[in-house]
Structure formats: structure tokens, C-alpha cells
């Protein structure tokens, strides 16, 4: 099926409410940012919960309860749980929503890897929560942990679930490591490959750099995946672009961008969607629906979830 899977991503745990003051942090500021993305055209919803009062990421189930069963109410696209949480979360911690709520796509890093967000001090002075400073700040001697053990762990806890992974690859060495579990038969296609490009401590934005991403998951999945990419700030529509030229998926949101273009703020997850669906249509290319996803990617249907 030639059709195009836009997923977005709408609040994460990398930005911090002072970033932006569109940010979703509350659940009902999540719930109306979900349902804005989908009725814009994203037939995937990749969530994070947040403690609604200081924007904080939250990674207990309990977060997650209270917009889960909303979202689903009013929209028919496929959600998508993180298991990333937040980089100072242990893996136990971090597949918690993901093992309760059974969804029919969890998130899933490839790989441990610097992480680095201190550049953002550069541009951001003023905060309003004592913690968002800190996160950053950490983040100069942080590695995001996802060793061998603890991928198996994710992969194991949700095996009898049902739940399909958005495998989300930050260098060429991730791609690896995936085709490792497949070979061990821990992970079954089709592999849903996110490709990261633009955060400091994984691969670049070059052209080359997307070009060689796709090139290798090709030698290494033939025709057992779909790529996907997302681009950090700024990248995030230019790699959509040519991600899209050459056959890919793509992945938007305030998660991964607070930008809708230079020194312009997206107001809304939506916003970011509308203009991806715009570069994606221009091209002469089809969104998928949510089923058609579903259809694409083997997804199990949202009637199989616990929520």
C-alpha cells in the first residue's frame, strides 16, 4: 500500500513548558492535542504523560488513565505509548504503561546513546518550574540506557500483548542491533524503523546521513519494514520532505519541535500535521488512514487494547 503514515508525537519529554506555551501538559490539554492530530490527518498518536501542574514527565500508569480512555473515545488512530519516558528512567519504569494498558504500538529505543539537550540553555534563559534548568543541565553527563538486557526485557514484556514497536533508531549502529533480535527471532516483521536525526549525541541531519539510514535498513529488512523519520527542531520538516520523496514515513509534533517554521512557534500539534500532510500531498502522495496503518503495519486493532 503506497500511502504515506503520518504519526505525531504531541508532548514528549524533551521540551519544558517554559519552551512554549503550547505545550501539552495537562490531560486535557494532551486529549484536545491528540484528537487535533488525528481529525488533521495523523493515523498514529505517539503519548507521554505529564504531571499537569509542573509539566514534569510522568511515566506511571496512572498518568496515562486519565486521557487514554478519551482519546480513544473521539478518535479511531492507532496510540502509541513511549517507552522512552524520560532519559533518567530505568527500562522498568519506563514499559510500565505499556505492559498495563496493552496499546497497539509502544515506542522503543534501539540502543544506549549520549543525549544530550544542555544546547537548549543557549536559547532559553527563563524558567518557570525548578526542574526544567536541571533536566537540561543533566543532560551534559547523560546516557540514554537502553542495553541488550533491557530491550529484551521490552520486547518480552509485551510479547504476550500484542503491542507492535515504532523502533526508534538514532545512528546507524541501532539498525544493527535490531537486526540482532530479529535474527533471534525476539521481534517478528514487519519492523516499524524511526529514524532520529538531529539530536546531539546520535546522527546528523545531512542528506547523506538520511540517505544512509535508509540504505542500510534496506540491506539489512529488505522489504520486512517501514521507515519512518523524524528530524529535531528546525530539520523536522525538511527531512519529512525527503523522507517522503523517497518512499518513507514521517513523524511531526511538539515532542520532537516546537517549531512551525523560523522563529515561529506551532501553535497546535495539529498545525505541524496540516503542513506535513501539505509537503506529503504536494508530492503527489496519499496519507494513510488510521486502518490503513493498521493494514500496513499489522497492528492488532484499538478493540485490543485495555483502555
Not at 534496506?218 to 523519520?229: A, I, M, N, P, T
Request: glycine share 8%.
Amino acid at each position: 500500500m503506497n500511502k504515506v503514515i503520518i504519526t505525531c508525537a504531541v508532548t514528549g519529554a524533551i521540551h519544558t513548558p517554559s519552551m512554549s506555551p503550547y505545550l501539552p501538559v495537562t490531560p486535557e490539554e494532551i486529549i484536545e492535542a491528540a484528537v487535533g492530530a488525528a481529525e488533521a490527518g495523523a493515523a498514529i498518536i505517539h503519548l507521554h504523560a505529564r504531571d499537569p501542574v509542573t509539566g514534569k514527565p510522568d511515566q506511571s500508569p496512572e498518568a496515562f488513565a486519565r486521557f487514554l480512555p478519551q482519546i480513544k473515545a473521539r478518535t479511531n488512530a492507532a496510540l502509541n505509548l513511549t517507552s522512552g519516558g524520560s532519559p533518567f528512567m530505568t527500562i522498568e519504569e519506563r514499559i510500565q504503561p505499556s505492559m498495563k494498558f496493552a496499546p497497539e504500538v509502544a515506542s522503543l529505543n534501539m540502543g544506549s546513546f549520549n543525549f544530550a539537550l544542555f544546547p537548549m540553555l543557549d536559547r532559553f534563559k527563563e524558567f518557570k518550574h525548578d526542574w526544567e534548568r536541571q533536566h537540561l543541565e543533566n543532560s551534559r553527563d547523560l546516557i540514554f540506557r537502553n542495553t541488550f538486557k533491557d530491550i529484551e526485557y521490552a520486547l518480552a514484556a509485551c510479547a504476550a500483548n500484542g503491542t507492535r514497536f515504532e523502533l526508534e533508531c538514532y545512528d546507524i549502529g541501532h539498525l544493527y542491533n535490531l537486526a540482532h533480535f530479529a535474527e533471534r527471532g525476539l521481534i517478528k516483521p514487519p519492523f516499524f524503523v524511526q529514524s532520529v536525526f538531529g539530536i546531539l549525541g546520535g546522527i546528523g541531519t545531512h542528506p547523506e546521513d538520511v540517505a544512509h539510514m535508509k540504505r542500510t535498513a534496506d540491506r539489512l529488512f529488505g522489504s520486512d519494514y517501514q521507515w519512518s523519520v523524524l528530524g529535531a527542531g528546525r530539520h523536522q520538516m525538511r527531512i519529512a520532505a525527503m523522507a517522503a520523496s523517497m518512499g518513507g514515513n514521517v513523524r511531526v509534533g511538539l515532542e520532537d519541535s516546537l517549531w512551525l517554521g523560523r522563529g515561529t512557534l506551532a501553535q497546535s500539534n495539529a498545525q505541524q500535521v496540516r503542513q506535513v500532510r501539505q509537503i506529503i500531498e504536494s508530492l503527489g502522495l496519499e496519507i494513510a488512514s488510521p486502518d490503513e496503518a493498521r493494514q500496513i503495519l499489522s497492528l492488532k486493532g484499538q478493540d485490543q487494547v485495555r483502555f
